[in-house]
């Protein structure tokens, strides 16, 4: 017995994709917080390395509930915590920007793929 496989619509699939990638540039980037001793004082250098791969791990687990409405809201606060990083390695700026505006563009282009691809569905059956 084969369980038939979920059809996953372009802005899930597309919106995974990002966090997928992302997560391991994020990953590296807590290396590099703890690389650069950019961590206040007080607060030891190897939770850069924590830091970064539990936001890895939280963007991997994201992307298992990207089908749910609050999936994707999810992913974008976790582009904020990204950005957040920003006043530690003004260089994770940079990569905010860069997934920041490749997850809008998963979310909202899949999203009208989506829906025009629903309409075409919806066409073609009642043509039938």
Do not use: C, H
């Amino acid at each position: 017995m084969t369980r038939e496989r979920r059809v996953r619509g372009a802005r899930e699939s597309l919106a995974a994709v990002v966090l997928g990638f992302e997560s391991i540039i994020v990953f590296l980037g807590g290396l590099v917080v703890f690389g650069l001793d950019a961590l206040p004082d007080g607060v030891a250098d190897w939770w850069g390395i924590v830091g970064g791969a539990i936001l890895a791990l939280a963007m991997l687990l994201t992307v298992g509930v990207l089908r749910r409405p609050w999936g994707i809201g999810l992913g974008w606060a976790l582009q904020l915590i990204v950005a957040l990083g920003a006043f530690l390695v003004p260089a994770l700026g940079v990569v905010a920007l860069v997934f920041g505006a490749m997850y809008a563009y998963a979310t909202i282009k899949g999203g009208e793929l989506d829906r025009r691809n629903a309409a075409r569905a919806a066409d073609a059956t009642n043509g039938e």
